[in-house]
């Protein structure tokens, strides 16, 4: 059994290889239970968490096990950490074991960019990234693989060392654009094309009276239920599509807070990822659709990221 570190990953991967594979795995036959979070009471309000997510197709299984100790910053620890089980299909005998919190990192951008293509308007200029923790270049990075045509990235973060780190980090893989930190995103939400929230904000990070007509939002810093990275009206007004409908039901407050409200109904989301990839439903379909992607984390991801990067260690 093969065990693959970090930086073998981040030698491996890239997102013109990654999003294919995602794409590849989402249109084809696969099996994605629900997944199994576990809330760990510690004292604060911000609860440690423990999390199995498995995930099958004709070629592996998988099972991703991962921990959430949002307290950790304070102390010098990370927040994340993770690993990737794999087995064999054809005889379950194990493959790899996987370092899952670099893999994160690069499914997570993967799989916004992977909506992003089929949601967001085919020549975006700009990107607003809220969020300066290790997620938030991946996720410029990653959308610009599917909108080569943005421009200017705005980077929103509420400390100014993070903020201008981030952006040196963009900066240095994407050249070609301008990236900018900005202190009041307000002035910003209106003229941008495409809004991506990597953050664990509790509350709205900015409002549906300033977003403008066409824009593409995605969320991924959520998985609980009583918090949220967008308001209500936002949510009613989007398109919204999720990476799994049971999961995102289960533990995103951004659609179980207006479905509390009332502003909303479980049929006001339109299809999961799979049903984009399929061709079975149609994404963006006018030039001023507002889009919304929610995703809490798919464990259909990892697996496919994970043999994605076993495979080139076997090649």
Same mark, same amino acid.
């Given at each position: 059994m093969r065990v693959?570190?970090?930086?073998?990953?981040?030698?491996?991967?890239t997102f013109d290889?990654? #999003?294919?594979a995602?794409?590849h795995?989402?249109?084809?036959?696969?099996?994605?239970?629900?997944?199994?979070?576990?809330?760990?009471?510690?004292?604060?309000d911000q609860?440690?968490s423990?999390?199995?997510l498995?995930a099958?197709?004709?070629?592996v299984i998988g099972?991703?096990a991962?921990?959430h100790f949002?307290?950790?910053a304070?102390?010098?620890h990370? #927040?994340l950490?993770s690993?990737?089980l794999?087995?064999?299909?054809d005889t379950?005998?194990?493959?790899?074991?996987?370092?899952g919190?670099?893999?994160?990192l690069?499914?997570t951008?993967?799989t916004?960019a992977l909506a992003?293509?089929?949601?967001?308007r085919a020549?975006c200029r700009?990107l607003?990234?809220?969020?300066t923790?290790?997620?938030?270049?991946?996720?410029?990075r990653a959308h610009?693989?599917?909108?080569p045509?943005?421009e200017?990235?705005?980077?929103?973060?509420r400390?100014?060392?993070k903020?201008?780190?981030?952006?040196?980090?963009i900066k240095?893989?994407?050249?070609?654009c301008?990236? #900018?930190?900005?202190?009041?995103?307000?002035?910003i939400?209106?003229?941008v094309?495409l809004?991506s929230?990597a953050?664990g904000s509790?509350?709205?990070?900015?409002?549906y009276?300033?977003?403008?007509?066409g824009?593409?939002?995605?969320?991924?810093?959520?998985?609980h239920r009583?918090r949220?990275?967008?308001?209500?009206a936002?949510?009613a007004?989007?398109?919204v599509?999720?990476?799994?409908?049971l999961?995102?039901?289960n533990?995103?407050g951004?659609?179980?807070?207006?479905l509390q409200?009332?502003?909303?109904?479980?049929a006001?989301?339109?299809g999961e990822?799979?049903d984009?990839?399929?061709?079975?439903?149609?994404?963006?379909t006018?030039h001023n659709d507002i889009?919304?992607?929610?995703?809490v984390?798919?464990a259909?991801?990892?697996l496919?990221?994970?043999y994605?990067?076993?495979?080139?260690s076997?090649?």
């Open positions: 693959i570190d970090a930086p073998h990953i981040n030698a491996t991967l290889t990654l #999003i294919p995602l794409r795995a989402f249109e084809s036959e696969f099996g994605m239970p629900q997944r199994s979070l576990f809330h760990l009471p510690n004292g604060t609860a440690d423990f999390a199995l498995p099958w197709n004709d070629a099972v991703k991962f921990t949002p307290n950790n304070a102390l010098g990370d #927040i950490a690993k990737v794999l087995f064999s299909r379950g005998a194990p493959l790899a074991v996987v370092d919190t670099e893999l994160t690069w499914r951008a993967a916004s992003a293509d089929y949601l967001a020549h700009s607003l990234l809220f969020g923790g290790r997620l938030a270049p991946f996720m410029a610009a693989a599917v909108r045509s943005i200017v990235i705005y980077v929103a973060g400390s100014e060392d903020t201008a780190k981030t952006v040196a980090d240095a893989h994407l050249p070609h301008d990236v #900018i930190s900005i202190e009041n995103p307000a002035q939400v209106p003229e094309d809004i929230c953050t509790p509350t709205p990070l900015f409002s009276a300033d977003i403008r007509a824009v593409h939002i995605d969320l991924v810093g959520n998985h009583d949220r990275e967008c308001d209500s936002t949510v007004t989007a398109q599509f999720v990476d799994s409908r999961n995102v039901l533990e995103a951004e659609l179980l807070i207006p409200e009332g502003e909303i109904t479980e006001h989301v339109l990822l799979a984009l990839c399929r061709g079975k439903i149609e994404g963006r006018e889009t919304l992607f929610k995703s984390g798919s259909l991801s990892d496919a990221a994970a994605l990067v076993y495979q080139a076997t090649a």
